[in-house]
């Protein structure tokens, strides 16, 4: 035997008694799931582990299906229960235990209750076209070996009164429900069988599964066929809450409940000086009579307009006692115990509100801004209604006139706040004491005579008639005592009329003032340091101007920096060490640019007779030369033409974007509505919105599900670039593009210029220039937050920045920018969807143009199309969204391009599903 052979077995023999022992050793885990009518599920999962070394937490449980919540856990030591905290991390839950260690060798189980508002029961079809629901389950896979996984997926089929065992249940009563099992699945366990599980009192059909072992991020799963019907309440969405099934299915109403009177008070709260915003409080105060019994009312949506909402609460009363508990849902106020017949329910709903300081306008000479109450209406009744009152508690004082408290005001001329009586309304209004301490407003800044004692002014509408409508309450409120902003044209305007009218707030004194005396230290500082100013000047700008001066012989730095000709220590516009000679500086280099272009315009024109334009020139006529053959160009230098956003995409060699871009425009004119982003999905609303050639060549070529084929593609690409010829045939195109960048790059800077409340309005009014951006999604993914997948289509950054999460096969989580993969995908049909196609679309290396050549030449054509060669030139485009993104960080992790033709053939998350997220496990 040589000594190579000895070393290999040597090594073969030590290595193995090297490895380590696992820390711990999963013995069973037990899923009972108990599927709920929204096709939602309660969870009971407990995890048996010995644990080999001994530790106060676990690392990472799950990930679990989102949205969950964990309604109660514990450790189970023997006969002991140890408490846990379980902290949520993204997907996963990590396990700390309270006060307790485990012992090395010990055996012990951790239990987790939780509620999984995800939709485990699917919509699909059975062979004869029949309405089902896939039903199926899988817990949470571990990063080591399970001895043995249980499941137990509890149905809801009320079993006979006479099963009594787990035996009695036979074939015919589970072929009697519509209970198919999956065939592929019932064979990959080594026990399925159906038995009862008591809930609630009553005795339910459940399919018990059990598979040993689960290897390391083993996937273990339950999954059969129920008729559709055995979900009445059954989601639309997969996330149960957004969906709002989740809210439908604590709903619980019998009977009549008939909506009598409302009442809504709004409360100035005074001048945040944290925000510098004035806060609101709005109380919807809303009376029922029940007839029946209840455990929800709907959520008023009365309004205060030209607010933005803060936070809400609310109160609810059953013949004046209040009930336990309020909670505030999508929907619906959930309140306990239930409301029994002839019950007085009152509902009091407390928004808080601030308000928006961008609306102020000029109201018979005073700047104001016009706010308005909204009573409720969905959901609501108001046939029965008897009453309806709206109270306004302005916060602004009555000065200036001697008024009794609590009496009507009968003349309403020269009150601070000012209000419009409505068709069926009266108004009455009347002065309140007020203790003002509580109410922080800066009144004494706004109002002359103000005191402590002042009383506060209070309004009073009430709806006589028309109570079946929704009523609806306007009133102007002051400007400067809510800290609203005004523009700098109307503080003038308002500055100079009340300065001639004698009618100067002490606000506005103050503010022209303090204005005054910012001038007079600005104009001060400026002139006493004239010197260093004129310094910097030289340097910021004075190597250009004698570089000016050399080329041209002129004297601009001298005319500029010293004017005097030479160092004047004092002087107002010419001193070198003290004057506002540094000042001047920017109006004296306007003027010479003014001359200059002046001069370049003028000029020609002047030297049009020979007499001008030699003394202009002073020099002699130029000797004739005769022309040589020269080559003509429509091409002029410069000449940057006007495109609209999807054609300057074409020209940026983006040809994704601009099918996107006209796409946005479609569903903003109402031509279409944008269905899904990935797939890119339309529905066809109104064909002829369309206008322009592109656009109607877009409608014609989508398909009767919505969706843009590749010969598509090229019809639209065809279309734009015909009707870019008539406007490029004599453009600059580097003086194009260039223009076009510096445009994004513009509107970017201004975007990131704004605060984060004004960026979303800001982006959907320039998200053609924003989307142009060669860093688009770059800069959006650092001014926005992340906005998911099931995001609404209704706004262009919804449409444009919603994104998804993948985890690649390193366990790094990446961002793919759905409208850009949902255009991609819809080119590329799902069944044809491979990572060779992909590539052989966007990848235009010269073996795939030369076998696209081919295949055109064996239709029957010469050439590739205008589509094809377009996307040919954007290739760099197309090929870093969609191949970079989809093919590098999906294929990595089983998530090729083929993923959502699967994932939506694949009824609920088979096998495809299982190899895409295997990287995804739990772990001690």
């Excluded at 009164?161 to 036979?170: K, M, N, Y």
């Excluded at 204005?515 to 230290?521: A, G, L, N």
């Excluded at 990131?752 to 959006?780: C, I, M, V």
């Amino acid at each position: 035997m040589s000594l190579l052979e000895r070393l290999v077995i040597l090594l073969g023999v030590l290595i193995p008694c090297a490895a380590p022992a696992a820390s711990v050793d999963l013995v069973e885990t037990d899923a009972q799931v108990f599927m709920r009518p929204t096709g939602g599920a309660d969870v009971i999962y407990t995890l048996t582990f010995i644990d080999n070394e001994g530790r106060d937490f676990i690392r990472e449980v799950g990930p679990f299906y989102q949205p969950m919540h964990v309604t109660r856990a514990w450790l189970q030591d023997g006969e002991h229960k140890r408490g846990v905290k379980c902290i949520q991390q993204s997907r996963s839950y990590r396990v700390e235990f309270e006060g307790f260690r485990t012992r090395p060798g010990g055996r012990y189980e951790l239990h987790m209750h939780y509620r999984a508002n995800y939709r485990f029961a699917d919509p699909t079809q059975g062979p004869k076209r029949e309405e089902l629901a896939a039903v199926w389950f899988n817990p949470p896979r571990w990063g080591m070996q399970v001895g043995r996984s249980v499941i137990k997926l509890v149905l809801p089929f009320e079993l006979a009164a006479e099963v009594a065992r787990h035996e009695d249940i036979s074939p015919q009563m589970v072929d009697g429900f519509g209970v198919v099992p999956d065939g592929q699945n019932q064979r990959q366990h080594a026990k399925w069988a159906y038995v009862y599980a008591d809930v609630g009192g009553k005795r339910r059909l459940a399919v018990y599964v059990e598979k040993a072992p689960i290897e390391a991020r083993g996937y273990h799963e339950v999954k059969c066929y129920v008729p559709r019907g055995a979900f009445p309440l059954l989601s639309a969405k997969k996330d149960l809450e957004e969906s709002g099934a989740a809210e439908e299915e604590r709903k619980h109403a019998e009977g009549r409940v008939d909506f009598v009177a409302e009442s809504y008070t709004l409360r100035f709260l005074g001048t945040d000086l944290q925000t510098f915003s004035t806060p609101a409080e709005l109380v919807s105060w809303l009376s029922f009579e029940e007839h029946g019994h209840r455990n929800c009312l709907p959520l008023p949506d009365s309004t205060l307009f030209y607010t933005t909402e803060r936070e809400q609460r609310c109160e609810v009363r059953l013949d004046g006692e209040l009930t336990r508990s309020c909670e505030i849902g999508r929907q619906a106020v959930f309140f306990e115990p239930h409301s029994q017949p002839g019950q007085r329910i009152e509902l009091s709903l407390f928004q808080l509100h601030g308000i928006v300081s961008c609306c102020a306008g000029d109201y018979d000479g005073r700047a104001g801004i016009e706010l308005s109450i909204r009573s409720v209406e969905s959901g609501f009744q108001r046939d029965k209604l008897r009453q309806a009152v709206f109270e306004i508690q302005t916060g602004q004082p009555v000065t200036g006139r001697d008024v009794p408290l609590d009496a009507p005001i009968r003349d309403s001329s020269g009150l601070p706040v000012s209000f419009e009586v409505g068709s069926g309304q009266s108004l009455e209004l009347r002065a309140q004491a007020v203790d003002w301490s509580k109410i922080p407003f800066a009144h004494a800044r706004d109002y002359e005579g103000f005191s402590a004692d002042s009383p506060q002014l209070v309004a009073r509408y009430v709806q006589r008639e028309h109570l079946e409508e929704r009523a609806m309450v306007f009133f102007v409120m002051p400007a400067d005592p809510l800290g609203v902003e005004k523009r700098w044209l109307l503080a003038t305007e308002l500055f100079f009329r009340h300065l001639f009218t004698g009618e100067l707030s002490p606000r506005e004194k103050d503010a022209a003032l303090e204005k005054v005396t910012v001038v007079f230290e600005w104009v001060l500082c400026a002139f006493l340091l004239n010197g260093p100013l004129l310094l910097v000047w030289l340097v910021a700008v004075g190597w250009l101007l004698a570089l000016i001066d050399k080329i041209a012989g002129t004297s601009t730095l001298k005319d500029t920096l010293l004017p005097a000709g030479k160092f004047k220590w004092l002087h107002p516009i010419r001193g070198t060490l003290f004057g506002w000679t540094a000042v001047l500086v920017p109006f004296r280099l306007f003027w010479l640019l003014l001359a200059g272009l002046f001069w370049l315009l003028i000029a020609p024109v002047l030297r049009i007779h020979p007499a001008l334009a030699l003394r202009l020139s002073r020099r002699k006529a130029p000797e004739y030369i005769a022309p040589e053959i020269t080559v003509a160009t429509f091409r002029k230098e410069g000449h940057v033409p006007e495109l609209e956003a999807d054609e300057a995409a074409v020209m940026l060699d983006r040809p994704v974007k601009a099918i996107n871009l006209l796409v946005l425009g479609l569903q903003e004119k109402g031509a279409i509505r944008i269905l899904g982003r990935n797939p890119l999905r339309l529905e066809l609303l109104d064909a002829q919105r369309a206008e322009r050639p592109a656009e109607k060549a877009l409608l014609e070529a989508l398909s009767e599900q919505g969706t843009l084929s590749r010969e598509g593609v090229g019809a639209v690409m065809t279309a734009l670039s015909e009707e870019m010829q008539a406007k490029l045939w004599r453009a600059d195109r580097d003086a194009t593009l260039r223009a076009q960048r510096e445009r994004a790059e513009g509107v970017w800077n201004r975007l990131e210029r704004l605060g984060a409340s004004r960026r979303t309005a800001y982006f959907d009014e320039h998200y053609r220039d924003l989307y142009l951006h060669d860093r688009f999604f770059q800069r959006l993914s650092s001014s926005f937050e992340p906005i998911g997948v099931e995001a609404p289509l209704d706004s262009p950054l919804q449409v444009l920045g919603a994104s998804r999460e993948i985890r690649t096969a390193s366990g790094r989580v990446e961002q793919v920018e759905e409208m850009a993969e949902g255009l991609v995908e819809a080119i590329e049909p799902g069944q044809r969807a491979t990572v060779e196609k992909l590539d052989r679309l966007f990848n235009f290396d010269n073996d795939s143009l030369a076998a696209l050549k081919a295949e055109a030449a064996a239709a029957g054509g010469s050439a590739l199309s205008p589509a094809i060669a377009a996307i040919a030139v954007g290739y760099d485009a197309c090929h870093s969204a969609c191949h970079s993104a989809c093919h590098s960080a999906c294929h990595s992790a089983c998530h090729s391009a083929c993923h959502s033709a699967c994932h939506s053939a694949c009824a609920c998350h088979s096998a495809c599903h299982s190899a895409c997220v295997s990287s995804c496990a739990g772990g001690f």
